[in-house]
């Protein structure tokens, strides 16, 4: 157990919907990190929030958006969805923004159908 | 950015070392060699980092070779649970100060009886 939630596990929606992905850091850790993994693309970098403020942006989407919160929980907003997005979303957080020892959670699968 | 080449796949039996190598020439003097493994569809998992020394702890060694242009990640006594893909990765900065490691297709080992 790394100390990283995320909630939901799994989630099914359709084309066209909006989801928002919710993740919980290790208790002191300050920096949040996206990733998403399909298949075919291995683990991609979306972007990165460090006490709130966005400090690093990958490969995101313009249909997607992230925020982090005072209480440093995170949320991932993926919107007109289609069925390429159908992947393993993971929450990373560690303790320093230039921190690289990650620690993830269990991640979410979304299905889009 | 430096990037990393690693063999695709590995076997190894059980309670016997298991090597994997990686592959980072291009590697520049500031910047560390992360491993990390991520077991099916489980979220990346961190095992150890370096620069230039050898290090190890309680999951693995890592040798990293004098001029630092490869690395070896050695699982001692490898056991059914260690069947996992390994990433090897360099962390590069980004502006702001921001390191963000990118994965790449990593090295599927399999541990067999």
């Known amino acids: 157990d790394s100390g990283v939630t995320q909630t939901p596990k799994h989630l099914i929606t359709a084309t066209g919907q909006r989801v928002t992905l919710r993740c919980s850091p290790r208790?002191?850790?300050?920096?949040v990190y996206w990733y998403q993994q399909s298949l075919d693309q291995g683990l991609q970098f979306l972007i990165q929030?460090?006490?709130?403020?966005?400090?690093a942006k990958g490969n995101i989407l313009e249909r997607f958006s992230a925020q982090q919160f005072p209480d440093l929980h995170s949320e991932l907003n993926l919107s007109s969805l289609e069925l390429g997005d159908s992947a393993l979303y993971f929450c990373?957080?560690?303790?320093?923004?230039?921190?690289?020892?990650?620690?993830f959670g269990p991640g979410t699968r979304l299905t889009v159908l | 950015d430096a990037k990393t080449t690693q063999p695709p796949s590995m076997d190894c039996a059980e309670g016997r070392a298991a090597n994997l190598p990686c592959n980072h020439s291009t590697i520049s003097g500031n910047e560390y060699v992360y491993w990390y493994r991520q077991i099916h569809s489980q979220g990346p998992q961190y095992i150890i980092h370096?620069?230039?020394n050898n290090e190890t702890n309680e999951m693995a060694s890592l040798i990293i070779t004098e001029d630092r242009k490869s690395s070896t990640l050695i699982l001692p006594h490898a056991t059914l649970r260690d069947t996992a893909v390994y990433y090897c990765i360099v962390r590069h900065p980004r502006s702001g100060g921001s390191y963000i490691p990118t994965f790449g297709r990593g090295t599927s080992l399999i541990v067999h009886p």
């Open positions: 370096g620069l230039k």
């Open positions: 929030y460090y006490n709130g403020e966005e400090r």
């Open positions: 208790s002191g850790d300050l920096s």
């Open positions: 990373a957080s560690s303790v320093e923004v230039r921190e690289d020892t990650q620690y």
